[in-house]
């Protein structure tokens, strides 16, 4: 790392104009009072993780919820917090950048300064191994002068997204023990929080003074549970991967003689894919949740395309645009197990000359029919996380590949009878990643920054700070606070012995909901998007007028506001408190019994059978 | 080529808006009359090659030059057309796709149906394939509302970018005479325009009633010459561009482990990329100008590269972004002589298997020691105008791989010490050529438009629709022509045989000016972007704030204006003649004529000189 990080710098006219923008904070965090009602304490989604997880989390299982009301909110049993003693928090960016990241910086700094000028944020500089080795950046107003609403991380920087071994946790340790931190806040998408949250808990332990706070930044939009509803710079990455892909659907459109195959970077995962393909309109996606569902090969796969492009011929179409999430090769099944059996491999040390021989007769089978370009991509060493290099196998010139090989021989057996097939491919991710950030993942990364604050000053710990019913105006969002013990499962495989192996508990990348309205509406369109040509042009990310304020199509479709409905429940369950105090008539506590009995039973019922059958995570 | 060319479709917000924005007329176009100044007639830009021109444009070389002037402008010599008979106008993409070409189509429908309501525009449905099968669609206020200001060639679509053989020739004069057409509008880059001053020839020599024009529209900005400032569709293709690449300055800066290589589309020469650079500042661009002025090889290249690697590691940044146009294979001379041996064996029908047995020793050696990847993209067949596949090449990745093949030994040997050296290599092209044209390509293409219908006005036939002082506001700029001929030149080749191949006139692309303002401003600044990391953010393209009127960096700094220049001359001269009239003063006309005889003798000797020695084309 080197010490350019955070030092001033010329912007562009556009930039200079983002940086004098100041994001509205909800009326909840107005003012200078925290007002923090604790709910119920939580559960984990699945019933059969609970011991495992209770068993990692002894300190922070089952914390309730917290919420952050408006100074003037008439809540009873809410907790004032008026005092507010100097504080010393420090910040890192844990994760890989995304669009946002610095203006939870700024909000956190600001609201840091706005209850007690005497509170200090202190930057780790180069991410985690920053915090290791105490490398820090007292944050001011200087600092952010030409950070605000800017992309990427290069505030602070990052390197790598694990606070995870035993010589890492205990660096972590010295470092806010030595820099008498009152709260440490990390910045990242599923792995850095699940290590902020086992971090948070050796700190616990350890009666390491120092409360952790995660915060959800991820272009990836896979941190997703009842209580995130999307994460800081998924909005702009779809944007404006939106914006390119929609280029280059004009641009098939206009010569008519091209397939365009894109990939879309964000990992396992395709949630990037599933929002370009409702705000874009290209011919088809394939999605990966889809292939896993429906145990899809990809000769399946192949054939899908090859029968697509041969209708469209038919209809005197020869061009297309096709887009492919990055995690697609780990959600076709004999890839992923070949991919599985390499890795296995490159861990016993087996040199990568070597493996083709020592692979499975099926798999072996597989990798000689894969072209040279592939294999030696699956032959990558994998990731931290242990999942393939996603982002370097190009899986869309795989399929191109493919298809390229079959329409040939469609057109030579006379069974397909349009124009030569012609693919050019393309990878999008490091271009959107580093790109100036939407209005609204400027807005909910600043409201999340000070989020972080409210929970310091309430003494949590092990939190991530959530805002919800995001597709409403800034005005009607929700500020809150959740255990991220509870968005944690737990993953188990047969052995070969016939035991079970059980993982660590950890929030694990949310799929796209095949059963959600975003897909429904996708399911709807599909076939139009196939045939008729639909493309729709989003344009460039703009800051006023029209599309300034639009948000991604898959937030707004989708009911979520969990949040909200945990705290009407609430609400109902009090009123019936109220209704049936003692001394009510004896008929009104036999009504209420009766139907309380029949609604205990139902939910019980239903609890259980979507314990078993639901995933999550 | 489909049905769906020019039907409505749906638009996103920002479409919509951009759909009602009407560009301004500049003053001379504004009214209904067209007056026109025929200016001196025009030479060639080398005098040797006046001969060879003159033969293959008989009726159109020597023109004058044509200015359109406002109603009320003072001009005595100024022809003023009144009547307007109904025209029939023929329009076709002949070119590739630039954002901003539908607005050429737009501008000269307006101004047909501003001089008369019977005028007709059609427009060639499939590009030039459409107009040798004579497939038109005939242009409406509802045919262009979805199209106003929108990208792509969508509207009529394109196919092939040549008008050139007897069989095309006489394709386009029957579709001309069959549809009664009284103008052809053809718009393209420096190959189409080519084929219309030749098809402008061709038409007169049949003593065909319609009118060629020409407009300059393609994205590679190489369409630059005396008369013609900028090209429809560079603006916003470097402005998107600009975008991705500053996108990814922010992300190398962010996580500092990766060098990312970017290839650029824009055909042989390297516009875009000095102008990308000047908006984004990366840390380096290697121009072909450049390579070819320093006759740099591969590895002279590699080294440049490996050395800047080096030089910035030392000050502890393991990360960069290097800039590398497409056209650089055609620039580095050994790998260009490496390709017309492929091409030359191709031509013969070699298959491409033998053709390394083929290849002279020492491209023989050059071939052998390339990677596979690199070697099959060079064995392609060439384009329609005998350059490379360039789009197809991944000049970047041989680049990357050498680089890397080269720190690897440097480390190995210890004269390198930094971390090793990871690339990630982009193209960039599709995703900006079919993008939302930016407001300077919307205003310049539908001005041209209106510029093409005064031509067809004034009868003119072979010219170039020219608009020139673009750099300031619309207010300010002024319209004209220039017959196409005017702007060709023709290259010669020595023979094996001693004797020397004379091409045919073309318009060649121009190469950046490495004693122009714009690479003087590079040069300037090279070094402190290659070591200080300067990125700067232009932003997506905005249509409304700062960055909205933003114009190419490369137009603003040129002191362009030649057009402007020869009309200030022509009045210098017209003012001598009014002073000097017969009955002046003896000593007036001595000094009048020592004055004269001595400008005249500077001017044929700089001209002399500089006929031989410059390139225009």
Same mark, same amino acid.
């Given at each position: 790392?080197?010490?350019?990080?955070?030092?001033?710098?010329?912007?562009?006219?556009?930039?200079?104009?983002?940086?004098?923008?100041?994001?509205?904070?909800?009326?909840?965090?107005?003012?200078?009072?925290? #007002?923090?009602? &604790?709910?119920?304490?939580?559960?984990? %989604?699945?019933?059969?993780?609970?011991?495992?997880?209770? #068993? *990692?989390?002894?300190?922070?299982?089952?914390?309730?919820? @917290?919420?952050? &009301?408006?100074?003037?909110?008439?809540?009873?049993?809410?907790?004032?917090?008026?005092?507010?003693?100097?504080?010393?928090?420090?910040?890192?960016?844990?994760?890989?950048?995304?669009?946002?990241?610095?203006?939870?910086?700024?909000?956190?700094?600001?609201?840091?300064?706005?209850?007690?000028?005497?509170?200090?944020?202190?930057?780790?500089?180069?991410?985690?191994?920053?915090?290791?080795?105490?490398?820090?950046?007292?944050?001011?107003?200087?600092?952010?002068?030409?950070?605000?609403?800017?992309?990427?991380?290069?505030?602070?920087? #990052?390197?790598?997204?694990?606070?995870?071994?035993?010589?890492?946790?205990?660096? @972590? &340790?010295?470092?806010?023990?030595?820099?008498?931190?009152?709260?440490?806040?990390?910045?990242?998408?599923?792995?850095?929080?699940?290590? @902020?949250?086992?971090?948070?808990?050796?700190?616990?332990?350890?009666?390491?003074?120092?409360?952790?706070?995660?915060?959800?930044?991820?272009?990836?939009?896979?941190?997703?549970?009842?209580?995130?509803?999307?994460?800081?710079?998924?909005?702009?990455?779809?944007?404006?991967?939106?914006?390119?892909?929609?280029?280059?659907?004009?641009?098939?459109?206009?010569?008519?003689?091209?397939?365009?195959?894109?990939?879309?970077?964000?990992?396992?995962?395709?949630?990037?894919?599933?929002?370009?393909?409702?705000?874009? +309109? /290209?011919?088809?996606?394939?999605?990966?949740?889809?292939?896993? %569902?429906?145990? &899809?090969?990809?000769?399946?796969?192949?054939?899908?395309?090859?029968? *697509?492009?041969?209708?469209?011929?038919?209809?005197?179409?020869?061009?297309?645009?096709?887009?492919?999430?990055?995690?697609?090769?780990?959600?076709?099944?004999?890839?992923?197990?070949?991919?599985?059996?390499?890795?296995?491999?490159?861990?016993?040390?087996?040199?990568?000359?070597?493996?083709?021989?020592?692979?499975?007769?099926?798999?072996?089978?597989?990798?000689?029919?894969? /072209?040279?370009?592939?294999?030696?991509?699956?032959?990558?060493?994998?990731?931290?996380?242990?999942? *393939?290099?996603?982002?370097?196998?190009?899986?869309?010139?795989?399929?191109?590949?493919?298809?390229?090989?079959?329409?040939?021989?469609?057109?030579?057996?006379?069974? $397909?009878?349009?124009?030569?097939?012609?693919?050019?491919?393309?990878?999008?991710?490091?271009?959107?990643?580093?790109?100036?950030?939407?209005?609204?993942?400027?807005?909910?990364?600043?409201?999340?920054?000070?989020?972080?604050?409210?929970?310091?000053?309430?003494?949590?710990?092990?939190?991530?700070?959530?805002?919800?019913?995001?597709?409403?105006?800034?005005?009607?969002?929700?500020?809150?606070? *959740?255990?991220?013990?509870?968005?944690?499962?737990?993953?188990?495989?047969?052995?070969?012995?016939?035991?079970?192996?059980?993982? #660590?508990?950890?929030?694990?990348?949310?799929?796209?909901?095949?059963?959600?309205?975003?897909?429904?509406?996708?399911?709807?369109?599909? +076939?139009?998007?196939?045939?008729?040509?639909? $493309?729709?042009?989003?344009?460039?990310?703009?800051?006023?007028?029209?599309?300034?304020? @639009?948000?991604?199509?898959?937030?707004?479709?989708?009911?979520?506001?969990?949040?909200?409905?945990?705290?009407?429940?609430?609400?109902?369950?009090?009123?019936?408190?109220?209704?049936?105090?003692?001394?009510?008539?004896?008929?009104?506590?036999?009504?209420?019994?009766?139907?309380?009995?029949?609604?205990?039973?139902?939910?019980?019922?239903?609890?259980?059978?979507?314990?078993?059958?639901?995933?999550?995570?």
């Amino acid at each position: 790392m080197d010490s350019d990080f955070g030092i001033p710098r010329e912007l562009s006219p556009l930039q200079q104009l983002r940086s004098q923008y100041h994001p509205e904070l909800p009326p909840c965090l107005q003012g200078t009072t925290v #007002r923090v009602e &604790l709910g119920d304490g939580t559960t984990v %989604a699945k019933a059969a993780d609970a011991h495992i997880i209770a #068993r *990692a989390f002894p300190h922070s299982l089952g914390q309730p919820l @917290a919420h952050f &009301l408006r100074a003037t909110a008439k809540v009873p049993d809410a907790q004032i917090i008026t005092e507010h003693p100097a504080k010393r928090v420090g910040i890192v960016f844990s994760g890989r950048q995304a669009p946002g990241g610095h203006n939870v910086v700024w909000g956190l700094y600001e609201a840091l300064k706005v209850h007690n000028a005497k509170n200090t944020l202190l930057g780790f500089l180069g991410g985690s191994e920053g915090l290791f080795a105490q490398k820090t950046l007292e944050i001011t107003d200087d600092v952010l002068q030409t950070y605000k609403n800017q992309g990427g991380f290069d505030l602070l920087g #990052r390197t790598k997204d694990q606070i995870r071994t035993t010589e890492q946790v205990n660096a @972590a &340790l010295k470092a806010c023990t030595d820099l008498k931190l009152d709260g440490l806040v990390i910045i990242g998408g599923v792995t850095s929080n699940t290590d @902020a949250a086992h971090l948070a808990e050796f700190f616990a332990e350890a009666k390491c003074p120092t409360k952790v706070v995660g915060v959800p930044v991820t272009i990836n939009g896979d941190l997703k549970n009842q209580f995130v509803e999307a994460n800081v710079g998924f909005d702009t990455t779809c944007k404006v991967n939106s914006q390119l892909i929609s280029n280059i659907c004009t641009d098939a459109l206009s010569a008519e003689k091209y397939y365009y195959f894109v990939r879309l970077m964000g990992r396992k995962h395709s949630h990037v894919a599933l929002e370009c393909t409702l705000q874009s +309109h /290209p011919n088809m996606v394939i999605l990966g949740e889809e292939v896993t %569902a429906s145990k &899809l090969t990809i000769f399946d796969i192949t054939k899908q395309i090859c029968d *697509a492009v041969q209708a469209r011929a038919e209809q005197d179409k020869n061009h297309g645009v096709i887009l492919i999430p990055e995690g697609l090769v780990e959600s076709i099944p004999e890839l992923y197990a070949l991919l599985k059996e390499i890795h296995g491999l490159l861990k016993e040390g087996v040199h990568t000359d070597n493996i083709s021989s020592q692979l499975s007769p099926w798999s072996s089978a597989l990798f000689e029919f894969l /072209p040279p370009f592939i294999k030696k991509q699956l032959l990558l060493h994998p990731e931290s996380d242990d999942s *393939a290099q996603l982002s370097q196998i190009e899986t869309e010139k795989l399929l191109a590949y493919l298809v390229e090989t079959e329409m040939n021989k469609r057109l030579k057996e006379g069974t $397909y009878k349009g124009k030569k097939f012609n693919a050019i491919c393309h990878f999008f991710g490091y271009q959107a990643r580093g790109s100036l950030p939407s209005k609204f993942d400027c807005d909910y990364a600043y409201v999340l920054g000070h989020v972080c604050y409210h929970i310091l000053a309430a003494g949590l710990n092990g939190y991530m700070a959530t805002v919800t019913n995001l597709k409403c105006p800034v005005n009607k969002w929700k500020c809150g606070a *959740a255990p991220i013990s509870a968005m944690m499962t737990v993953k188990r495989w047969s052995q070969n012995s016939g035991s079970t192996s059980i993982g #660590r508990p950890v929030i694990h990348p949310a799929a796209v909901d095949l059963k959600g309205k975003a897909y429904d509406l996708l399911r709807q369109n599909a +076939h139009k998007f196939l045939m008729e040509d639909m $493309y729709r042009n989003p344009g460039p990310v703009q800051y006023d007028g029209p599309g300034a304020d @639009a948000k991604a199509v898959s937030l707004c479709v989708e009911d979520q506001d969990y949040m909200g409905r945990i705290k009407k429940l609430q609400e109902y369950l009090d009123q019936v408190r109220t209704i049936v105090r003692p001394g009510c008539s004896q008929d009104v506590l036999k009504a209420a019994l009766s139907v309380m009995s029949s609604v205990t039973d139902v939910l019980t019922t239903i609890s259980s059978s979507s314990t078993s059958g639901q995933q999550y995570a």
